[in-house]
């Protein structure tokens, strides 16, 4: 079966880094996404990979290993609003999203 | 403000009971999705439109239908409404294929809650 995963819940301090990890099993590879969720919002478009390296953007970061199937998420100089999950996707070789349950991303002051 | 609209924001619904949920997007997006996202669970597909006039099947169609009549509008019927449809349901679109180099774009989701 297709599987992706994330932790469920991190946790890290105003003004540091966090790394959000995805690891994916899926019948084919068309690129990775990764998506915010604010508690009681939509999610909306961070990031797209579909070949290996990290992109970069702005305080926000994606790395992809497809040989791994391994993505991550890197937050820096972390901020209070950023406080929310983080959702990665895999588009499979039907071109079907697949979507992790989610991480919740806590920011203690 | 372009963008999806759903409505309404959130309802409470008796089972057995029919019910439609509106989507309404003024991007001209050929692509139309409607997710369903519960506690725990990734979000999961119930039913796409690749463009105006077509439909398809996701993951979780069971229960659903939809329509498309025109580019801007997908709406999500409930024929029946049982317990287990109680969910956050979101529509989003994008311009291109599923999964394309194109992201989603989602609206605010309708909470349901079918007692």
């Known amino acids: 079966g297709q599987n992706i995963d994330q932790p469920t819940e991190m946790t890290a301090t105003e003004g540091a880094i966090v790394q959000i990890n995805c690891t994916y099993q899926?019948?084919?590879?068309?690129?990775l996404f990764w998506y915010q969720q604010h508690a009681g919002e939509a999610p909306t478009f961070l990031s797209y990979n579909v070949l290996d390296g990290l992109e970069e953007k702005g305080r926000f970061s994606s790395f992809l290993s497809r040989s791994k199937g391994y993505s991550y998420l890197l937050l820096k100089e972390l901020q209070m609003k950023d406080s929310a999950s983080y959702l990665c996707a895999v588009s499979d070789s039907n071109y079907q999203l697949i979507w992790g349950a989610g991480t919740k991303l806590i920011i203690k002051p | 403000t372009a963008g999806i609209t759903q409505a309404p924001t959130s309802q409470i619904l008796a089972a057995g009971r029919s019910m439609t949920l509106r989507c309404t997007q003024d991007m001209r997006h050929n692509a139309m999705y409607w997710y369903r996202q519960d506690l725990g669970l990734g979000l999961r597909l119930i039913h796409y439109s690749n463009t105006a006039g077509t439909t398809g099947k996701g993951e979780v169609p069971d229960g659903y239908s939809v329509s498309r009549a025109n580019t801007d509008d997908f709406p999500l019927t409930l024929a029946s409404a049982v317990p287990s449809q109680t969910s956050v349901y979101f529509c989003?679109?994008?311009?291109?294929?599923?999964?394309?180099?194109?992201?989603?774009?989602f609206g605010n989701g309708t909470r349901l809650t079918v007692t």
């Open positions: 989003a679109s994008s311009d291109g294929g599923q999964g394309a180099e194109s992201p989603l774009h």
């Open positions: 899926t019948s084919g590879f068309n690129g």
